[in-house]
DNA sequence: TGCGATAAAATCGTATACGATTATAGGATA
DNA sequence: TATCCTATAATCGTATACGATTTTATCGCA
């Protein structure tokens, strides 16, 4: 029933890009290629594909005979991975709106509740159901390229996100504007979607800030 | 004098772009990996990892155990990616005319001479150093996740402004449009370079409009 | 002790080799 | 003739092997 079959190396993308997320593959140290392809049970060839693409989108830095570093999280990046969001998203999660099918309705609607009983259970991996919960509002605009640049852009900004707003706990904040959202989208409600956009992104933007400040200051390590 | 060392794969990436940018490597023909290599003096292990990042590039689409083609060029496509460079160029370029050294200054104007005087000869290759050009404009801006988004639209773009309007010769519009930018630009007239980038986006758009309507009709091949 | 040079080890990047999958050609049958 | 089936060839994707480069360790010497 899977759509497509993937090779090993595309599957490698996701795992890793995983790893890269969750923190197990730390910035800036070089990622050892035998060793973790040997982990992973495969050869580094396919890893090595893999990695390359990892790179494309951002999450990776490589230099020639060096191999490949996880790129370290800056506040300078997450500011500017945020105003692109600011830029892009409005416009699309309202196109999305519009033309969304029964079925991407649904869709949307499931991982909105996956995500709620994931945040009550407090079961790791929020964060990866707030993007997949994120991008089931885009999708549906029909608009591949724009699409896949809001994709990287939603796992850059998840890098922060898990790092700085995860481990302050529940946040019944992104809760209830997420249940807003839902809402105003499944009613294409184009207006409200994008205004909801701008101030969900905004306020997540705000929080990062004041973590980014309060942990720049407190903890000297 | 060179910056960084470079490995095979990573030249193969531009050498790879260019035959897909002039159209050496057709669409959605698949690209036989063992003969391209061959030709390329090199074996498929460099060859793949380019065409793994030529695919989170947006120019090729792979298919597990079938390979790689290159992506077609659709109407639809053209008007997204246009739709996109309008929306995130004119603010970069502003910035980056705001913030540009005096060393930045100089290579801009650089590239627009050379990129007048391969019009004048008539020469191949109009196309790359209009884009360098464009892109010299913007990298400035110090915005490093937005630059590589734009890199990658022009690199969309230019596929169809070398299929579709190239061939049409001298494009006397342009050139105009191009030195009004860069003298607006190196003034530092950030309103001025905003308006200019938006008109030269939004005619390049329109003649692309009429080109694409104009082949649809004409030829039936 | 600290520092520079050399040797050894580790790691990267790519060529070769090969099993797995897909595409093609050649009949056999309706 | 058209269609299905099988055999063959072509191609893909990955494991292994190995030279090239980088890193680490060792030593001599100020």
Same mark, same amino acid.
């Given at each position: 029933m899977s759509i497509a079959a993937r090779n090993v190396s595309e599957q490698l993308v996701d795992q890793v890009r995983a790893r890269i997320l969750n923190g197990t593959v730390a910035p800036d140290r070089p990622i050892r290629q035998d060793a973790l392809a040997a982990e992973m049970g495969v050869s580094k060839i396919p890893l090595r594909e893999a990695l390359a693409r990892l790179e494309q989108e951002g999450l990776l830095a490589s230099q020639a005979n060096r191999g490949f570093t996880v790129r370290p999280l800056t506040a300078v990046e997450a500011e500017e991975v945020y105003a692109l969001r600011l830029k892009l998203e409005p416009e699309t999660i309202a196109i999305a709106a519009r033309l969304a099918d029964a079925g991407e309705q649904q869709a949307a609607s499931d991982l909105l509740d996956q995500l709620d009983s994931l945040t009550d259970s407090g079961g790791e991996g929020v964060g990866a159901f707030n993007r997949a919960f994120h991008l089931a509002l885009l999708r &549906?605009?029909?608009r591949p390229v724009t699409f896949t640049i809001l994709e990287r852009l939603h796992v850059l900004s998840e890098r922060y996100v898990r790092k700085? %707003?995860? &481990? %302050?706990?529940?946040n019944e904040r992104a809760n209830e504007e997420h249940r807003e959202m839902l809402q105003a989208w499944l009613a294409r409600d184009e207006r409200k979607i994008c205004a909801l956009t701008v101030v969900h992104i905004g306020k997540t933007l705000d929080d990062l800030r004041l973590q980014l400040q309060t942990e720049s200051k407190g903890p000297p390590g």
């Open positions: &549906p605009a029909g700085h %707003l995860e &481990p %302050l706990g529940r």
